[in-house]
């Protein structure tokens, strides 16, 4: 069972937002441009975990 909730509201967002921080915010950021593109990578990373995490959700439990 899917959680559309966690994939649409937590997952692609945050993938989103690491991107254009990753890819468009850092070559702004002048001397921060590491620290920019570190965060923005650690952000659409969690959020590809959270992304994951909805695939395999279930709001009860699977007993074998």
Do not use: N, R
Request: net charge neutral; charged share 10%.
């Amino acid at each position: 069972m899917v959680s559309k909730s966690i994939i649409v509201g937590v997952g692609i967002p945050m993938i989103v937002i690491g991107a254009l921080m990753a890819w468009l915010w850092s070559p702004m950021g002048g001397e921060l441009q590491s620290q920019v593109e570190l965060i923005g990578s650690t952000i659409g990373i969690l959020g590809v975990v959270f992304f994951i995490s909805g695939l395999f959700y279930t709001k009860e439990p699977k007993i074998v």
